[in-house]
Nanobody, 126 residues
């Protein structure tokens, strides 16, 4: 079955950096568009970033544009989210998600991603 396993979360001070990873199995990774989402306490899950099957196209939420970078390594079936200049409001559980197929937009809509990881906690202290 499909598994997405996130790692790399933790506690970091404001202004610091952190990289979270997501390893996929049970699917043809280079046939998937991948996304990162996050959910803060008491809030709905929100889109962070998405990347095309080959990594050549990306899409970011305005709140992270210029600070976060999404990338992927198809040989390792892994997608990354490099988070820089972190703010306390970035504190959340970060989830990776997969959407089958190479063609189509990098959607910010969580409903179009059928596969999800369990999440990794990122806490940014002020």
């Amino acid at each position: 079955q499909v598994q997405l396993v996130e790692s790399g979360g933790g506690l970091v001070q404001a202004g610091g950096s952190l990289r979270v990873s997501c390893v996929a199995s049970g699917l043809t990774f280079n046939n998937c568009r991948m996304g990162w989402f996050r959910q803060a306490p008491g809030k709905e899950r929100e889109f962070v970033a998405a990347i095309s099957w080959g990594g050549g196209s990306t899409n970011y939420a305005d709140s992270v544009k210029g600070r976060f970078v999404i990338s992927r390594d198809n040989a390792k079936a892994t997608v990354y989210l490099q988070m820089n200049s972190l703010k306390p409001e970035d504190t959340a559980v970060y989830y990776c998600a997969a959407r089958l197929g190479r063609v189509g937009i990098l959607s910010p809509n969580e409903d179009v991603y059928p596969y999800w990881g369990q999440g990794t906690q990122v806490t940014v202290s002020s």
